[in-house]
């Protein structure tokens, strides 16, 4: 499990699935017609509630946090389980609902109208509140950028090196050999990733390559969720992902993209740039 790809809306959706928990074990209903001592039960006495609020929100939720943490959405019998766990999120919310207008199931419609039977206690209450605020994370994370940002965001680089030069080890990081200067060619026999051998005294200095823009200079970022790459030429098959906790090196700006490359020197197109963490 990636923890590096959960988003903020997932810690949202996980803080309420907690709340939920936790509300489980207050009392279920609240009445001042009982006798001194007499124990209300909790949610996990009442069989509706159970199911249909504190499981299925439980449930809802690990099937969120769950799916997020995998780079391709996991499907059971043709069923995304994100989409599945969302949807029970959503059932748990409404089942609350219901329960906190009629906590009684109806037995109060059953003698003295005089009767109204007891109301919603104060577990019944919080768990509305958790599950509404756990359905509506789970909804809004795929659409509301400031819930797409990482909740555990990526090392930043001791400090931010040249172009071209030679990062530091370490996790998040290209592999330790120098990276190539964008556009530069290895010669023959050269490993990659190592400087060309000057050229002889007196000859003419290669051309240089163009910039990628007056005002653009390169610079390392980390993605907060798994994203695509692709390839240049517009193809809409992708050459690669990028994996939140890892840097990669942005050479190029073309409108809201960036031209990225990862550690093996592969070049694409990062068209969704937003959330993504300079460093």
Same mark, same amino acid.
């Given at each position: ?140 994370? =795929?659409?509301? /950028?400031?819930? %797409? ?8 680089? !001791? $400090? *931010?090196? +040249?172009?071209? #030069? ?21 010669? =023959?026999?050269? /490993?990659?990733? %190592? ?8 000859? !003419? $200095? *290669?051309? +240089?390559?163009? #910039? ?37 090196? !942005? ?5 809201? #993209? ?22």
């Amino acid at each position: 499990m990636n923890i590096r790809s959960l988003t903020r809306g997932d810690g949202v959706v996980i803080g309420a699935a907690v709340l939920l928990f936790i509300a489980s074990f207050l009392n279920n209903y609240s009445t001042d017609d009982l006798p001194d001592g007499f124990d209300i039960p909790n949610l996990w006495e009442s069989g509706p509630v159970l199911l249909s609020v504190v499981l299925a929100g439980i449930i809802g939720a690990g099937l969120v946090v769950f799916a997020r943490t995998k780079p391709q959405p996991l499907k059971v019998a043709g069923l995304d389980l994100g989409q599945f766990g969302v949807a029970f999120t959503v059932f748990a919310a409404w089942s609350a609902l219901g329960n906190v207008i009629d906590p009684s199931g109806g037995v109060n419609n059953i003698g003295s109208s005089s009767d109204k039977g007891p109301s919603a206690g104060t577990g019944l209450v919080i768990a509305l509140i958790a599950a509404l605020i756990m359905a509506a994370a789970a909804i809004a994370t =795929p659409l509301v /950028p400031a819930l %797409q940002a990482g909740l555990v965001p990526a090392p930043k680089p !001791a $400090a *931010p090196q +040249p172009y071209g #030069a030679q990062p530091p080890g370490g996790y998040g990081y290209p592999g330790a050999q120098p990276q190539q200067p964008y556009g530069a060619q290895p010669q =023959p026999g050269q /490993p990659f990733g %190592q400087q060309p051998a000057p050229a002889p005294q007196g000859a !003419a $200095a *290669p051309a +240089p390559q163009p #910039a990628a823009g007056a005002d653009f200079s390169p610079f390392w970022f980390a993605v907060p969720v798994a994203r695509q790459l692709f390839a240049e030429d517009g193809s809409p098959t992708p050459i690669a992902e990028l994996a939140p906790g890892t840097w990669y090196l !942005a050479v190029e700006q073309r409108g809201a #993209a960036l031209i990225a490359q990862t550690q093996d020197g592969r070049r694409g197109v990062l068209q969704d740039t937003s959330g993504i963490q300079r460093g």
